[in-house]
């Protein structure tokens, strides 16, 4: 009954704890720096929240997460260490004022940077647990250093050469567009002049009947006369006119 009593008190106890740890961060800025000079230098910042921390790390996580200084907190001063040997004499600590709930800031200086110094840059800050008594880690969010020999582009100073690209390409697209366009035209101008609109299909007529022949019609009487033979010194006549008729 004892034991439970007092698992009862220790977890009252260490639930303030809990929720402050929740509460503690670590923010680290800028989040990338890219296209810097070789032979240059920057800076990284790092802040927390944490009331007391025991030590600040600047770390690469690429290169098998190593070390490059450790700073120790002890009586309210920090002590530098530079871990990494090609960074001895290459690495330098600003302390900053502290402002919106920040316990503490310090301003990481990393100068004649190579190409081989390109990689992920974290802080690391470590507490000691006041109910464990154990070290904690706290990460901040990375810093991505690229170094480039040439460095960052530069842009081009003259605008007048700017405008002159743009121009360029505006005419040669305009003068692309009018040669389609106009070949188009021309393609439907020799269409039409070679189109022929379709008939409608008109079955054939059929053939027309043939006509029967006429009878025969009898020929009138008068026709059926006998032929007048002509004289020309007399005239002659089948009628009878009289006796006039044989003068």
Partial sequence: MKAQWWSCVL?????????????????????????????????????????????????????????ILYLSFRNGKYFKDTKAEKFKNRTGITEEQPNQGVKYSFKLQLSLLGLEDTDLYYCRWTYLDEVTYKHIDLDSNGTVIIVREDGPVTECSNSTVDLTLICLSIAACTTILLIFVGAVMVRCTRFKKRFTPGRPYAPPLPPRPSRPPRPSQPQHPYLQQQNVHHCPYMMTSTNNYGSWGNL
């Fill in 11 to 67: 977890g009252l106890l260490c639930m303030p704890a809990g929720v402050i740890l929740e509460t503690w961060t670590a923010f680290q800025t800028p989040s990338s720096i890219s296209n810097v000079r070789v032979n240059s230098s920057l800076e990284i910042r790092c802040t927390t929240t944490l009331e007391r921390p025991v030590g600040l790390s600047l770390k690469r996580h690429f290169l098998k997460d190593e070390q």
